[in-house]
C-alpha cells in the first residue's frame, strides 16, 4: 500500500508541476504561488475537520516548520521555472530532493549501500545533462541554481513531515499549508503589487496547481504512516520530473533536446537505485 500511495503521490506532483511551468509563464511566479497554497489551505482546512486525530504539540511544531520549507521551496521553484525551463529544473530539483532524505538517514546512523551511492552519483551527473542549454544565458543558470537550492528545501521538508504520528489526523497538514500561504503572501506582497493572478485564468490554473501539490502532501504522509520508510517513499516522489515533462512533451509537443531526455532517463534510474538500495 505504501508503494501506491507514492507512485499516486508521484502523479499528483507531476500534474502538478506540469500546469505550474506554464503558469509562470504567464504571470509573476510569486502570485502563482500564493494561489496555489491558498487553495492548499482550503483543502486542508476541510481535511482537517473530516479526518479527525489526536495530534501531539510535537506533530503541530513540525507541520508549522514543513509550512516554512513548504512556502520557500515552491517560491524558489516556481521563480526557477518562471527563468528557466520545466525540463532542466524539475529535474534538478527532484534528485537533490531525493538525496536530501538520504543524507538525513546516513546521519541519524542508517548507512546507504552501494545501490544509493551510485543512484546519488548517477543524479548528479544527470542534472548537469538535463540542465545544460548551449544557447543558455545568466537566467538558464541562475534558475539551475534556483533548482539546487530548492530540491535542497523540499528534502528538509520530507524530513520533517516524516516527524508527524500516524494519529495525528489532518490538523498538521492544514497548520502545515497555512504557515506556508503566510511566507507565500509575505514575499508575494513585498515584492508585487499584487497577491494572486490578476487574470481569472491564471488563478484558476494557480488554485488548480494547489489541489495536485495538496494531494501529494497527504499521499506522502498516508505513504509514511503506512509503513514506508521515509528514504524509499522520498525517492519514489521524487519521480515527478518525469511526469511533469512527458506531459508537456505529449500534451504540448514541448521539444525535447536529446541530452535532456538522457538526463532525465538517467535522473530517474538513479531515483529507481537508491529507492532499491
Known amino acids: 500500500m505504501a508503494i501506491l500511495l507514492a507512485i499516486l503521490c508521484t502523479l499528483s506532483i507531476g500534474a502538478g508541476e506540469h500546469l505550474a511551468a506554464g ?12 494561489g496555489m497554497l491558498a487553495s492548499g489551505a482550503l483543502l486542508t482546512g476541510a481535511l482537517a475537520l473530516a479526518w479527525r486525530g489526536d495530534p501531539t504539540t510535537h506533530d503541530l511544531v513540525f507541520g508549522a516548520l514543513a509550512g516554512v520549507a513548504n512556502g520557500v521551496g515552491i517560491l524558489l521553484l516556481y521563480l526557477a521555472y518562471s527563468r528557466g525551463s520545466l525540463r532542466s529544473a524539475a529535474p534538478t530539483a527532484g534528485v537533490v530532493m531525493s ?8 546521519t541519524v546512523g542508517s548507512v546507504p549501500g552501494l545501490l544509493v551511492w551510485v543512484g546519488i552519483g548517477l543524479g548528479l551527473t ?14 538558464d543558470q541562475f534558475a539551475a541554481n534556483l533548482a539546487i537550492v530548492a530540491g535542497v528545501v523540499f528534502g528538509i521538508l520530507l524530513i520533517l513531515l516524516g516527524e508527524i504520528g500516524s494519529d495525528a489526523g489532518g490538523s498538521p497538514l492544514f497548520v502545515q499549508r497555512t504557515v506556508g500561504l503566510v511566507v507565500a503572501v509575505s514575499v508575494t506582497r513585498l515584492t508585487g503589487p499584487r497577491i494572486l493572478p490578476a487574470t481569472w485564468a491564471d488563478r484558476r490554473a494557480s488554485f488548480i496547481v494547489g489541489l495536485f501539490a495538496t494531494g501529494a502532501v497527504i499521499l506522502f504522509v498516508l505513504a509514511i504512516q503506512a509503513g514506508g520508510s521515509l528514504a524509499v517513499v522520498s525517492v519514489m516522489g521524487s519521480q515527478y520530473p518525469a511526469v511533469a515533462v512527458l506531459l508537456g512533451v ?8 536529446w541530452w535532456q531526455g538522457v538526463g532525465l532517463a538517467m535522473a530517474s534510474l538513479a531515483v529507481a537505485l537508491i529507492a532499491i538500495g
Open 23 to 34: 503558469a509562470t509563464k504567464s504571470t509573476r511566479s510569486h502570485e502563482i504561488t500564493s
Open 99 to 106: 538525496a536530501v532524505p538520504v543524507l538525513w538517514n546516513l
Open 126 to 139: 544527470a542534472i548537469g545533462f538535463t540542465s545544460y542549454q548551449p544557447d543558455g544565458g545568466e537566467d
Open 250 to 257: 505529449m500534451l504540448h509537443r514541448q521539444p525535447l533536446r
